[in-house]
């Protein structure tokens, strides 16, 4: 089997963080002391990728600055000897083939997805939003991937949500199977309301899709909020008797939402302090804190 590629789209215009997004893009944002960005990228390089093509919008050119190597900066760390922040720079520009192709005019998911289709080919692929961070500690890709080796179908991945969160997600309808921690998907809607959603599963930002899905999203019309989603596009699939279906990965594991900014701030402070170089002075410091509030 080829080596599979994945896609990061990071073409949105990150309204929710202005003015900090006017002129950088939201998959900038530190996460402690990393970009977003960064650790999805990491994500999909642990989990055996190593070309990787992310969909950028206009003022994007941070990102691709990002994955670049500085020499300068690398020669000054060099030269003061600071070795610890001289291979985390360099490792930014190391870590895969990176790619970059224009979305041109953000006009949803899956038109950002269908800007793939040349670079990615006739292969499976990998789609990863920037917003859902997944914990390096869990494998979630990695299940994805061996569910997509195993089935053909494309998989996403799912996790249970408050109902009265649903509105922020894609919802699934699902049926067991013989595998566990892997369901059927037979419908998908994109932010129903509460009402409406066939469940409380939650599509969170993690695909692997067949390449049959570029020519499902050509004709996908706009759907929710004027855009063409991906949502729409797996619809078709799981709803195709003759196609490969959709299987979902059920997520229990730890997810960082960064897209919005409570979870933002939220994603920061968990990360760092879980972190073996900045827990030990930031935990004794939110204890108090806390006792505080
Ligand atoms: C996108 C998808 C949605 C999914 C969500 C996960 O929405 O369209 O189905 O549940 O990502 O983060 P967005 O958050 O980009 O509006």
Redesign the pocket.
């Known amino acids: 089997m080829k080596k599979m590629k994945a896609v990061i789209?990071a073409a949105?215009l990150g309204t929710r963080f202005l003015p900090a997004t006017k002129a950088m893009p939201k998959e900038m944002l530190p996460v402690v002391d990393k970009p977003a960005i960064q650790y999805v990228v990491e994500e999909a390089v642990s989990a055996g990728i190593d070309d990787i093509l992310v969909i950028i919008g206009r003022n994007k050119n941070a990102i691709s600055d990002h994955f670049d190597s500085v020499p300068e900066l690398e020669v000054k760390l060099q030269q003061k000897g600071d070795h610890g922040r001289l291979e985390r720079v360099m490792k930014s520009s190391d870590l895969a083939d990176i790619h970059f192709v224009r979305q041109g005019e953000p006009k949803?998911?899956?038109h950002a997805v269908l800007r793939a289709r040349t670079h990615v080919g006739d292969s499976s692929f990998a789609v990863l939003?920037g917003?859902?961070l997944i914990d390096e500690r869990d494998s979630l890709l990695i299940e994805m991937i061996a569910a997509h080796e195993a089935t053909g179908a494309a998989v996403i991945a799912l996790m249970e949500v408050d109902p009265a969160h649903i509105h922020?997600?894609?919802?699934a309808a699902v049926e067991p199977t013989d595998t566990d921690g892997v369901v059927k998907v037979t419908g998908?809607v994109?932010?129903p309301a509460a009402e409406d959603a066939p469940s409380n599963l939650?599509?969170?930002?993690r695909y692997v899709l067949p390449s049959s899905v570029f020519e499902i999203l050509e004709r996908t019309e706009p759907g929710?909020?004027g855009?063409i989603?991906?949502?729409d596009a797996l619809q078709e699939l799981a709803a195709d008797p003759d196609g490969p279906g959709v299987v979902g990965v059920t997520f229990r594991g730890r997810r960082y939402?960064t897209?919005d900014r409570v979870d933002y701030i939220k994603a920061i402070v968990q990360l760092a302090a879980d972190r073996e170089d900045l827990g030990p002075g930031l935990r004794p410091w939110l204890k108090e804190f806390a006792e505080r509030l």
């Open positions: 789209p949105g949803g998911l899956g939003l917003d859902d922020m997600y894609g919802a998908l994109e932010k939650a599509v969170i930002g929710k909020g855009e989603q991906l949502t939402d897209g």
